[in-house]
């Protein structure tokens, strides 16, 4: 489990890495010049890509727990990295072609695909697999979401969004402009920042319609009672598993952290894929369904498999 919220805390850094590299003002102001249409269509939008192209598949995917999530972890960096090529291409800072722009895009969904619901040995397939082996060798439905389900420090996004939301509007009593946001004292950025990528694809606008949508008070004290009850409720539960069981439920629960918390923010629905799924709009991808270059894109996938792999291993 601790290596899943490692991968979301390596992920978010690198994210923040390229927001710097990119400049803060030039990411608001881009992702502003998107329109408000293609922030409220985009998960819509981006689910037709997904769903009406043949993606190949390699083998990609390890057998082994360990193996999947350092995968997992690999195919989400060259997706990051995609995204913000995708940015640079917009603010006319990339120097690569629209053609460009799109093949990486579609090599980097296609990877990212593989370890996901597109593929029979992603993420959803894996967890579907383990839950029916808890299912029926340990426990029931009751005990699999008492056990498996992330808690404190774990926040389902969810939750997260009610928490980091009300010291948002901490920082900003009224919805912000981009200049409020730019304008905010260094030592205050970062959990303003953080809000931003995680919730609202570094939309300032959108962040303006959860003031009226959220009162974050209410909502916190009820969450936090449930937590608790929850901690101590598991606490017992797994006193009683086996080490092979609980190895198992660790597992599953890994695995839940990466869909609960790291897809919604950092996948397609989230920061990255946002200014990727404009890359498929500008080229009417899901109107004209193109025929992959199978080759090309296997072979893409494999040099940004490798080059994610590669630079993991450097920084450690």
Known sequence: MMEALNIVDRLEQEIVRQELAFGRE?????????????YVTHTAYYRRVIRETTWPHGKWVGGMHTDFLRGFEYSSLGYVWAGFESLRFFA?????????VYEDALIAESLRGQFGKSS??????????????????????????????PMLPIRPAETALVEDFADFRTLFPL???????????????????????????????????LYDKFHPASVMSRATIQEEQHVRRRDLALRKLSESAVTLVDSIT????????????????????????M???????????????????LLGKMNLFTLAQQRNENEK
């Open 120 to 149: 029979p040995d992603g993420l959803d397939r894996r967890l579907m697999d383990m839950q029916e082996e808890f299912l029926t060798e340990y426990g029931d439905e009751e005990d699999l979401i008492l056990l498996c389900t």
């Open 92 to 100: 006319g800072a990339g120097g690569l072609s629209i053609d460009q």
């Open 26 to 38: 030039r990411l608001l102001r881009t992702i502003s010049s998107f329109g408000s249409e293609a």
């Open 175 to 209: 919805p912000p402009t981009i200049d409020d946001i730019l304008g905010l004292p260094a030592r205050l950025q970062v959990k303003a920042w953080q809000f931003l990528r995680r919730y609202v694809r570094w939309n300032a606008a959108a962040a303006a319609l």
């Open 279 to 297: 890359v498929f709009r500008s080229v009417n991808h899901v109107e004209q369904r193109p025929a992959l270059d199978q080759v090309s894109i």
């Open 254 to 277: 890994s695995l839940n952290v990466l869909n609960l918390v790291l897809e919604p923010a950092f996948s397609f629905k989230g920061c990255v894929g946002f200014p990727l799924g």
